[in-house]
């Protein structure tokens, strides 16, 4: 799969955790996404996402379960050193906002960089904590109100869009025009996972905020390089084509221009790719 997602011009992956939802479970995913930053040339960053649902044992014992990934997993992840990120699914019917504070902050204290899931289908007041807790994005935002474009205009938090996601469960996608409008920057993810979002070619990603999110496809190029590069604390060397950057080069076939990438939807448009 990392050599696909290669070929179709990703140059960078976070890969996270949580679809374990146990100690063993969570602790061998973070394990194997070590042993890819070992064996492959891409960069790879490890986000532990624990705290992506409660298991079936503690629907009606959340603190059990907390509790579990405050004292049990993360002292283990740090001594290991299996993970560069913290993350929480904060929505209604999972983790409160005041819970993903909590967790957020114990793993801040293992030197563990916040990111929230948050804004999927509600808006609970999660992104202005989450940027409160330093997070460095907010991954999501279907939802997003004034208060939170406010907050977002006074953080060094970076907004990432997820259109794949919202194409594959039919949901609304995320208001990028409304975010740009904000002087905002704008990232934007594949969201590769088995259960929402079960594919990883950015260029169908390209088209989708073009299409559905009425992005331009320069502003999109924008927020899968260089914005994308920042959700992941790469800007220094990632996303761009400049002197002392470590960015991948992706040659195409020939094309009439820019537009023609996310304009032909799901045509193959890559002729090569340098790592």
């Not at 999501?140 to 907004?159: K, T, V």
């Not at 950015?202 to 496809?217: E, G, R, V």
Request: hydrophobic residues 45%.
């Amino acid at each position: 799969r990392i050599q696909k997602m290669i070929a179709y011009g990703t140059g960078a992956i976070e890969i996270k955790s949580g679809y374990g939802l146990s100690v063993a479970a969570e602790l061998k995913m973070l394990r194997v996404i070590k042993k890819l930053k070992a064996t492959n040339k891409i960069e790879i960053k490890a986000t532990f996402l624990g705290a992506h649902a409660f298991p079936l044992a503690y629907k009606e014992n959340h603190r059990g379960y907390i509790d579990l990934i405050i004292k049990e997993l993360l002292p283990l992840i740090a001594k290991e050193e299996l993970a560069e990120y913290i993350d929480v699914f904060c929505e209604k019917n999972y983790f409160s906002v005041d819970e993903m504070a909590e967790i957020i902050s114990a793993g801040k204290e293992y030197g563990l960089i916040p990111k929230v899931h948050v804004n999927q289908f509600t808006i609970l007041g999660g992104v202005k904590k989450a940027i409160d807790l330093g997070a460095l994005s907010v991954d999501h935002l279907e939802e997003i109100d004034e208060e939170d474009i406010l907050a977002l205009q006074d953080s060094n938090c970076m907004p990432t869009l997820l259109p794949g996601c919202s194409h594959f469960l039919g949901l609304p996608f995320g208001d990028a025009r409304k975010i740009i409008a904000a002087d905002l920057p704008l990232a934007l993810a594949s969201d590769f996972n088995p259960g929402s979002a079960p594919n990883y070619n950015l260029f169908t990603i390209w088209s989708l905020a073009c299409i559905k999110m009425k992005m331009t496809p320069e502003e999109a190029l924008n927020a899968l390089t260089i914005n994308s590069a920042y959700a992941m604390g790469l800007q220094g060397t990632h996303g761009k084509i400049c002197l002392g950057s470590k960015a991948p080069i992706i040659l195409t076939k020939a094309i009439p221009s820019l537009a023609f990438l996310p304009y032909s939807f799901g045509e193959g448009n890559v002729s090569r790719v340098f790592i």
